[in-house]
């Protein structure tokens, strides 16, 4: 949540998961243009990339990521070699693997559960 964003700063419009597909502008980025001061509802209006301009809550604003998206092709390439680096052989019954994906960050943590119980960084 963005209570008090700056005119200029880039931001991604989030929704609920149950009501997100009711919003068409549910994950889309875009950049601030008026920052609501208060009293009252702290509603900003975001002028969406290539879009429209809307009117968003607060609650509904998050900073928008540096990340970028990986093919499940990379991802398994980036686990195999944190499990490599690690010294996990590769036939380890796993159950499951947790992903955590700081914002901001370019590292991953992933957290193995398996025969050995294991936490990879």
């Known amino acids: 949540m963005l209570a008090h964003p ?4 880039r931001v991604v419009l989030r929704y609920a998961m149950a009501r997100a597909s009711l919003f068409p502008w549910h994950g889309c980025a875009g950049q601030i243009v008026v920052s609501a001061k208060g ?7 975001v002028q969406i990339d ?3 301009i809307l009117i968003v809550p607060c609650g509904n604003l998050i900073k928008e ?24 052989d590769e036939n380890t019954d796993i159950y499951f693997i947790d992903i955590t994906m700081p ?9 193995v559960n398996s025969t050995m119980g294991l936490v990879v960084k």
């Open 6 to 9: 700056k005119p200029g700063q």
């Open 39 to 45: 009293p009252g509802p702290l509603n900003h209006m």
């Open 50 to 52: 290539n879009g429209p």
């Open 65 to 88: 990521s540096r990340m970028q998206a990986l093919t499940w092709k990379e991802f398994k390439k980036a686990v195999d070699e944190k499990m490599k680096e690690k010294s996990i």
């Open 103 to 111: 914002m901001g960050n370019d590292d991953f943590i992933v957290a």
